[in-house]
Every structure is written in structure tokens, then in C-alpha cells.
């Protein structure tokens, strides 16, 4: 059983910055691979970004890639989401996963956590 706590969002200008992070608990969160997903207002989630057991693989949905970046560290049971040059259609409620499914699919992760809300004004 794997628990997944986020923090670090907020409301940001566009433009801005912010870094989330998911902390886990469970002693086998270093065998997870570990994803970030997103659901904006009126919208289906979607997938944001993935990074396996050793961080050596790592994806990012198209509408992030080059202004986000995922990182994990294993010591500290916890995941990252380093968010640069925002937009306000990042505006999403932002959950970590845990799961060793397919790495974009949310049928692929087993654990959810509740969710930041991340806004960014125009």
C-alpha cells in the first residue's frame, strides 16, 4: 500500500514558476515508476509526465515538454514537478501516481493522491 500526499501549488502570473512535489509513504516507493497527471475545470485528466524506478526513463505529455520536468528521489520517498514558464491552461488540480503500468495511461498506476490545485493568471 502506497499513500501520496502532494504540495506546492498555488496561484502564480503567467509566466512564473512553481515545483510540486508528492511524498510517499510505504517502503517500496523506489520499485514504483512514478507519473503526474492533470484535470482542469470541465476536462478529462490528463496525462503530465512520468519517471520509472531509477529516473533513467522519463516522458512528458507534449503541451509541457521543455517547461516541466519530473525528478524522483528515493531517499526522501518523494517525486517532483518542476513547472516554468507557465500558462494559464496549465490551470489544472495536479495528482501524482504510483503504478507500474503503461507510463502515460492512468490505468497503469495502483496509488493516487488527492491533488494540488495549480492556477496561473493571464
Known amino acids: 500500500q502506497v499513500q501520496l500526499v502532494e504540495s506546492g501549488g498555488g496561484l502564480v502570473q503567467a509566466g512564473g514558476s512553481l515545483k510540486l512535489s508528492c511524498a510517499a509513504s510505504?517502503?517500496?516507493?523506489?520499485?514504483?515508476?512514478m507519473g503526474w497527471f492533470r484535470q482542469a475545470p470541465g476536462k478529462e485528466r490528463e496525462f503530465v509526465a512520468a519517471?520509472?524506478?531509477?529516473?533513467?526513463?522519463?516522458y512528458y505529455a507534449g503541451s509541457v515538454k521543455g517547461r516541466f520536468t519530473i525528478s524522483r528521489d528515493n531517499a526522501k520517498n518523494t517525486v517532483y514537478l518542476q513547472m516554468n514558464s507557465l500558462k494559464p491552461e496549465d490551470t489544472a488540480v495536479y495528482c501524482c501516481?504510483?503504478?507500474?503500468?503503461?507510463?502515460?495511461?492512468?490505468?497503469?498506476?495502483?496509488?493516487w493522491g488527492q491533488g494540488t490545485q495549480v492556477t496561473v493568471s493571464s
Open positions: 519517471i520509472n524506478w531509477s529516473g533513467r526513463n522519463i
Open positions: 501516481a504510483a503504478g507500474n503500468g503503461g507510463s502515460d495511461r492512468e490505468e497503469g498506476y495502483d496509488y
Open positions: 510505504g517502503r517500496t516507493f523506489s520499485s514504483y515508476r
